[in-house]
């Protein structure tokens, strides 16, 4: 004779379906977010699905169409060139190169509020780093000593991380850079050792720019 318990449904596993799990996962690759802030996040999302998944999966669909890499410098952008390259009232003559575009993005802000130069950029897109097997030829310094050799160009300010793989990629750009006719600075005062940009206020950035000095 059968056991009861045979024909009794067999208990749900709480955890989340599959289409849930993979919106997890792929939260938990964010910067800054674990497997438990994302399963935060996708609980959040869920929850509030009209007010916020729907128009946040709106907006990336339209992301995904629309942005895209800025062929000059590097940029996020929705045009080619970006806004700050093809702004005529951009000083043309100086380059400021960053690690990445959240730095740009720093920078901009600093140059909003009033107080950094209204430059152009050029985006490195990472730093040397042997250990991470990431050289010169992964990182956009080619295309900037190119545009260097523009004759409207006449500085180059390096505003890199003040980290030791940042510094190790000035060291590298300034010996790439020495056949140019140019000058090349770098940011200096404000700017703490180990400190990233993106993480520093407007002011110390404006104060980093003004002194910087030559290489």
């Known amino acids: 004779m059968n056991d009861p318990r045979d024909l009794q449904p067999a208990a749900r596993s709480a955890e989340p379906g599959q ?3 993979r919106l997890i ?3 938990a690759r964010l910067p800054g977010l674990g497997p ?4 935060r996040a996708a609980l959040h999302l869920v929850k509030r699905k009209d007010a916020l998944m729907v128009p946040l999966a709106g907006a990336m669909a339209e992301a995904v169409e629309a942005v895209g890499i800025c062929s000059t410098c590097g940029n996020i952008d929705t045009s080619d060139p970006c806004h700050v390259c093809s702004d005529p009232r951009r000083d ?5 190169v960053v690690e990445d575009v959240s730095d740009l993005w720093a920078l ?3 140059n909003d509020a009033g107080g950094s130069m209204n430059a152009l950029y050029h985006v490195l897109g990472g730093t040397l780093s042997p250990l991470d097997g990431i050289g010169p030829d992964d990182l956009s310094i080619p295309a900037l000593v190119d545009r ?3 004759d409207a160009v006449s500085e180059i300010i390096i505003a890199v991380n003040a980290t030791v793989e940042g510094q190790t990629t000035a060291h590298f750009i300034t010996d790439r850079l020495e056949g140019a006719d140019v000058a090349i600075s770098r940011l200096a005062h404000g700017v703490p050792v180990g400190g990233e940009l993106d993480y520093l206020d407007e002011g110390t950035l404006s104060a980093a720019l003004r002194a ?3 290489l």
């Open 25 to 27: 996962q792929l939260l």
């Open 19 to 21: 289409e849930i799990e």
């Open 36 to 39: 438990r802030s994302a399963r």
């Open 212 to 214: 910087r000095t030559k």
């Open 148 to 150: 260097a050799q523009d």
């Open 92 to 96: 043309h003559s100086m380059i400021i």
């Open 108 to 110: 901009e802000r600093a």
